[in-house]
C-alpha cells in the first residue's frame, strides 16, 4: 500500500475553508497552477471530486463536507504535536517524581528539597528511592526520574550528568570516644573496632586500600548494608564509623568527626538522567530544584 502524502491534509484543509483554488494558492504562497496540481491530486487521493463548479465559484461534495470538520482537527492537531512546548506552569504542574539517591542523601536534603519543590509547585510530589546498585536500567525504562551518586566508570555512557558537590571520607565515633583525644594517626585508626559498610562481605574500597599501602589493615567487627545503620551503631558503642563527609551531615550530630589520616582522592556526587529528559520543562525544573538545595555555591 502506498504511503499518503500527510502534506495534502494541509492542502485539503486551506482548499475547503477557502473554496477557491486561487485564494488558497495564495494562502499557502503557492501558483493557482500548483494548486490546481495539488487539487487533483486529492481527487485522485480520495476518489471525489470534493469541490465542483458551480457558476462561477466552485462548492464542496457531500464527502468533502463530511471531511471539512475531521481534516481541520488533524491539521490543528499536528501543529501542536510539532509546535515547541508551551512555557511550563508551575502553579499547575501536577505530577510525581521518582528519585533514586544513596543512603544518607534523603536524611541530609531530603526535607529541603521538599520545601523547596513546594516552595513553586504545590502540585508535585516525590518518591524519594533508595538506591541499592549502580545499574542505570531505571532511569532508562523510566521508572526513575533523577539519581543522585558518584559517577562511575560502570554508568551508561549515554546517560547526561551534572556535577552537584564534592565530598570526601572522614572518620565518626560516639562523642567522648578514646579517638576524640589526641593525635589520630593511621595506626591509632587502624586498630580500633570499625564499621564496614558494604553490601558485599569482605569487599575492599579505597580506604582500605590506602591504608594497605601503609602496611595496616582495618579491624572489621561488622557489616551493614547502609550509612544509616553504620551511624545508629557508632552512637551506642566504641565502633568507627567511615562515612562521606557532606552527606552525612545531618545524621552526624552529636557525634565526634575526624579528617582521616590517609590520602583519599576526592569524591564528586553529580545527578543523572536519562537524555529523554533533557528538554522536558518539567524535569529540568527539577534539576534546578536538586542544584539550589545540594549544589556547590561555585
Known amino acids: 500500500m502506498t504511503k499518503p502524502d500527510l502534506n495534502l491534509l494541509i492542502t485539503l484543509n486551506v482548499l475547503l475553508a477557502e473554496g477557491s483554488v486561487v485564494r488558497a494558492a495564495q494562502r499557502l504562497g503557492l501558483s493557482p497552477s500548483a494548486m490546481s496540481r495539488s487539487l487533483a491530486r486529492l481527487r485522485q487521493t480520495t476518489g471525489d471530486p470534493l469541490l465542483v463548479r458551480a457558476g462561477r465559484v466552485l462548492v464542496p461534495t457531500p464527502r468533502a463536507l463530511e ?13 501542536s504535536v510539532l509546535r515547541p512546548a508551551e512555557a511550563l506552569n508551575l502553579a499547575q504542574l501536577a505530577r510525581v517524581f521518582t528519585l533514586r539517591s544513596s543512603d544518607g542523601f534523603v536524611e541530609n536534603f531530603g526535607a529541603a528539597l521538599l520545601a523547596r519543590v513546594n516552595q513553586d509547585a504545590a502540585g508535585v510530589r516525590l518518591r524519594f528511592m533508595q538506591k ?12 526513575v526520574d533523577l539519581e543522585t551518586g ?16 564534592g565530598d570526601r571520607f572522614i572518620g565518626v565515633v560516639r562523642a567522648g570516644h578514646i579517638l576524640s583525644e589526641g593525635e589520630i594517626t593511621a595506626e591509632r585508626y587502624a ?40 551511624l545508629a551503631l557508632v552512637k551506642g558503642s566504641d565502633l568507627v564509623a567511615t562515612v562521606p563527609e557532606r552527606h552525612t551531615l545531618n ?5 565526634f568527626s575526624f579528617p582521616l589520616p590517609i590520602s583519599l582522592p576526592a569524591i564528586r556526587v553529580s545527578m543523572l538522567w536519562h537524555p529523554r529528559m533533557d ?4 524535569h529540568r525544573w527539577l534539576r534546578k530544584c536538586v542544584l539550589d538545595v545540594c549544589g556547590d555555591s561555585d
Open 251 to 255: 545524621l552526624r550530630r552529636g557525634m
Open 67 to 79: 471531511l471539512r470538520e475531521q481534516v481541520s482537527q488533524l491539521v490543528q492537531d499536528a501543529t
Open 279 to 282: 528538554a522536558d520543562p518539567a
Open 132 to 143: 541499592m546498585n549502580k545499574d542505570s536500567g531505571l532511569l532508562r525504562d523510566g521508572m
Open 150 to 165: 558518584v559517577v562511575g566508570a560502570a554508568a551508561s555512557p549515554e546517560l547526561r550528568t551534572r556535577a552537584l558537590f
Open 191 to 230: 586498630a580500633q573496632g570499625h564499621i564496614m559498610i558494604s553490601r558485599r562481605q569482605g569487599h575492599q574500597g579505597p580506604v582500605d586500600d590506602a591504608l594497605q599501602l601503609l602496611g595496616l589493615e582495618r579491624n572489621a567487627v561488622t557489616y551493614v548494608d547502609g550509612i544509616s545503620t553504620a
